[in-house]
């Protein structure tokens, strides 16, 4: 039945998008200015009269599911103020199979920007990955280490949250879900006498995300917008899942914990660093402890390895060779001044040096996967070359310390970059 819904819901997004009677276009487009259309999709939406689209499921890529292709979208305030309904649908053409999420939210307080959110999806998620729920609030137009992932866990999950703006400077969400987890691969978590191969799991999660020092203002009615960013940044997201609660069988916590500070010097030059840790505890699977955000695949030769370097990642560090049920990164990059070679060509030179520490207390409960712990501290450094050409640069990293492997060119990252800005 839902997934009936979504595809009507998506059919809705092209009639909305593509139908509307010839005498109402010119004031559609008269309605849209130049700036608002801008805004909306540096915000990573495609305006139309009464659906934004959502540039998120129109193409991607990864090693599971290859190419990933599919519509998605949320209705805006020419339909309604107070009710607002999202979905996706999407497929993959190596799995091939369609995912796909619909829900919808009621404004419960205008001047607080207070949602009640209900959603059902059907999808994939990388294993290992921890991501804060108000991070959904901000788009990324492109997400470099998506290409390389090959590593999936498929969740249905049924959610209810609750987005509540504390203050202008200050964001919380509160959700309570109930998945039911099945990995793509072979794997098996055992604890005592029991062995599980899927998971049953009800979980309560509470986001908070802390920008103290910016800027926001009301730049269209009823919506705060981030004018002038500050730092640092602060975000912390609190989980836990309850045993034999909606059939849950497994009961565990998880407390995760990010800031990104960024230094303006003289000269057009910015240090960022970026710290990020988490510490899990109760019986966990592999599934929902941590990776360190590694970006490297499993090739022999440097250029068999050559792909597209992230934003946040570890470029040396291969895909499924650390977990941790508790870690530590940091990230330094420091921006030298673009090079002012002509008005239109101003390459950029970053430096950068990356660390990451963690730790596992029971690795014998994962069965079916190797992997080792980051327990003697992993180190990598390198540079970019940015926006050499269209967007496109390089990027070089190396490793070395305690996890330094025995062929030098295995320790070696040549990627690409790619930077966009509107």
């Given at each position: 039945m839902c997934k009936y819904c979504l595809f009507l819901f998506c059919i809705c997004i092209s009639v909305f998008a593509n139908a509307q009677p010839e005498k109402n276009s010119d004031k559609q487009k008269d309605s849209i200015s130049k700036s608002e259309f801008l805004r909306q999709l540096g915000n990573g939406y495609l305006p139309t009269k009464y659906v934004n689209i959502d540039l998120r499921y129109?193409?991607?890529?990864?090693?599971y599911e290859g190419f990933r292709t599919g519509l998605g979208g949320v209705t805006n305030s020419n339909l309604s103020k107070t009710i607002r309904i999202n979905g996706y649908t999407v497929y993959g053409f190596k799995d091939d199979r369609f995912k796909y999420s619909i829900g919808g939210g009621i404004r419960i307080s205008k001047q607080k920007q207070s949602w009640l959110n209900f959603s059902y999806?059907?999808?994939?998620?990388?294993?290992?990955?921890?991501?804060?729920?108000?991070d959904k609030r901000f788009f990324q137009f492109f997400e470099p280490r998506l290409l390389n992932i090959d590593l999936f866990h498929r969740h249905i999950t049924k959610s209810v949250?609750?987005?509540?703006?504390?203050?202008?400077?200050?964001?919380?969400?509160?959700?309570?879900?109930v998945s039911n987890v099945n990995p793509t691969y072979n794997y098996t978590f055992s604890v005592g006498d029991k062995a599980y191969d899927t998971f049953h799991l009800s979980s309560l999660k509470l986001a908070l995300d802390w920008s103290p020092f910016s800027t926001y203002e009301t730049i269209v009615p009823n919506t705060l917008e981030e004018t002038k960013i500050g730092y640092p940044k602060f975000?912390?997201?609190?989980?836990?899942?309850?045993?034999?609660f909606f059939k849950s069988n497994l009961a565990f916590s998880k407390i995760d914990f990010r800031?990104?500070?960024?230094?303006?010097?003289?000269?057009?030059?910015?240090?960022?660093?970026?710290?990020?840790?988490?510490?899990?505890?109760?019986?966990i699977p592999l599934t929902h402890l941590y990776h360190a955000y590694p970006n490297n695949i499993t090739k022999e030769t440097i250029l068999q390895r050559f792909s597209v370097a992230g934003n946040n990642s570890f470029e040396?560090?291969?895909?499924?060779?650390?977990f941790s049920d508790r870690f530590a990164t940091f990230q330094l990059k420091h921006f030298l001044s673009p090079f002012n070679i002509s008005e239109r060509w101003k390459p950029q030179l970053v430096l950068i040096h990356r660390f990451a520490i963690g730790d596992m207390s029971f690795p014998e409960r994962h069965l079916g996967i190797t992997f080792n712990t980051l327990n003697k501290g992993y180190t990598e450094s390198g540079f970019e070359f940015n926006k050499l050409i269209f967007g496109f640069g390089l990027s070089f990293a190396y490793r070395y310390g305690a996890y330094h492997l025995p062929k030098v060119q295995d320790n070696i990252a040549l990627k690409?970059?790619?930077n966009l800005s509107f």
């Open positions: 129109l193409i991607k890529f990864n090693q999806t059907d999808d994939l998620m990388e294993t290992g990955s921890s991501k804060f729920l108000t949250s609750i987005e509540h703006n504390l203050s202008d400077k200050l964001l919380s969400e509160l959700e309570f879900s975000s912390l997201q609190y989980t836990k899942s309850f045993k034999d800031t990104i500070y960024q230094i303006n010097h003289k000269n057009n030059t910015q240090t960022r660093i970026t710290l990020v840790g988490g510490f899990s505890g109760g019986k040396t560090m291969y895909f499924n060779e650390f690409f970059t790619f």
